[in-house]
């Protein structure tokens, strides 16, 4: 019988206060959590709608394989990796990680699940807050990708708010190239965000995914799109 293996490898302060990370091996597995929360942030046992958020995100996207892409939220990884399947040598890809020690687990073996994407010549990691990317651009992206936190509301940390609030948001559609497209990863559905992003001036179409590609739970995904 295989032994169950449920270690500790790591923790991490997330900053400005906003609480600690703990990073788990979980038997074949890898999992992120928010100490004090109940369940897993995100695990590498699925991610189809990771995927699925930088797939819808850059069909959307006019001359993809060229596209100027902005993540929010490295995560585990699988969004970047996602990203990098579609976008050419031509594009540029920047991931945008609050907490460095984040970074430093994709480049363990937890990175090996989605390929080492931070090690792509095309990545660029800037270890900061993805707001600070979105405030200073000016028609520069064709994608934003945010998966901050687990939706609009900044659950676990409420400085993500500020990315979602209105002034956030128009941040975002200034940053945006017209044609450019913003995708937000959720857990839930949230209808006054979908309300924010349309008096913005997005066009705004929802989608629901299955964590786990076609079964399990349903993740919600937000394309938004400039005009």
Same mark, same amino acid.
């Given at each position: 019988?295989?032994?169950?293996?449920?270690?500790?490898?790591?923790? =991490?302060?997330?900053?400005?206060?906003?609480? %600690?990370?703990?990073?788990?091996?979980?038997?074949?597995?890898?999992?992120?959590?928010? =100490?004090?929360?109940?369940? %897993?942030?995100?695990?590498?046992?699925?991610?189809?709608? !990771?995927?699925?958020?930088? !797939?819808?995100?850059?069909?959307? +996207?006019?001359?993809?394989? !060229?596209?100027?892409?902005?993540?929010?939220?490295?995560?585990?990884?699988?969004?970047?990796?996602?990203? @990098?399947?579609? +976008?050419?040598?031509?594009?540029?890809?920047?991931?945008? %990680?609050?907490?460095?020690?984040?970074?430093?687990? &994709?480049?363990?073996?937890?990175?090996?699940?989605?390929?080492?994407?931070? &090690?792509?010549?095309?990545?660029?990691?800037?270890?900061?807050?993805? @707001?600070? @990317?979105?405030?200073?651009?000016?028609?520069?992206?064709?994608?934003?990708?945010?998966?901050?936190?687990?939706?609009? %509301?900044?659950?676990?940390?409420?400085?993500? &708010?500020?990315?979602?609030?209105?002034?956030?948001?128009?941040?975002?559609? &200034?940053?945006?190239?017209?044609?450019?497209? @913003?995708?937000?990863?959720?857990?839930?559905?949230?209808?006054?965000?979908?309300?924010?992003? =349309?008096?913005?001036?997005?066009?705004? !179409?929802?989608?629901? +995914?299955?964590?786990?590609?076609?079964?399990?739970?349903?993740?919600?995904?937000?394309?938004?799109?400039?005009?």
């Amino acid at each position: 019988m295989k032994m169950r293996i449920n270690r500790l490898l790591d923790r =991490a302060l997330i900053p400005d206060n906003g609480g %600690e990370l703990l990073f788990y091996q979980r038997s074949d597995d890898y999992t992120i959590e928010v =100490a004090g929360m109940t369940g %897993e942030l995100m695990t590498t046992a699925h991610h189809g709608s !990771e995927d699925a958020l930088a !797939e819808l995100a850059l069909r959307k +996207v006019r001359n993809a394989s !060229e596209a100027s892409v902005v993540i929010g939220g490295l995560g585990m990884g699988f969004t970047l990796a996602a990203v @990098l399947k579609i +976008v050419g040598m031509k594009g540029k890809v920047i991931v945008a %990680e609050l907490v460095p020690q984040v970074v430093d687990w &994709n480049k363990g073996p937890m990175g090996a699940f989605a390929g080492y994407p931070v &090690n792509d010549p095309r990545t660029i990691v800037h270890v900061g807050d993805v @707001l600070d @990317l979105v405030r200073y651009g000016s028609a520069t992206y064709d994608a934003i990708l945010l998966d901050t936190d687990n939706g609009p %509301e900044g659950l676990t940390h409420a400085r993500n &708010n500020r990315l979602y609030s209105h002034r956030g948001l128009q941040s975002a559609y &200034n940053a945006l190239k017209p044609g450019g497209v @913003l995708a937000v990863w959720s857990t839930h559905a949230h209808d006054p965000f979908t309300r924010r992003l =349309a008096l913005v001036g997005f066009r705004v !179409e929802e989608r629901k +995914v299955h964590a786990n590609r076609d079964k399990g739970t349903k993740h919600h995904l937000w394309f938004a799109v400039r005009p």
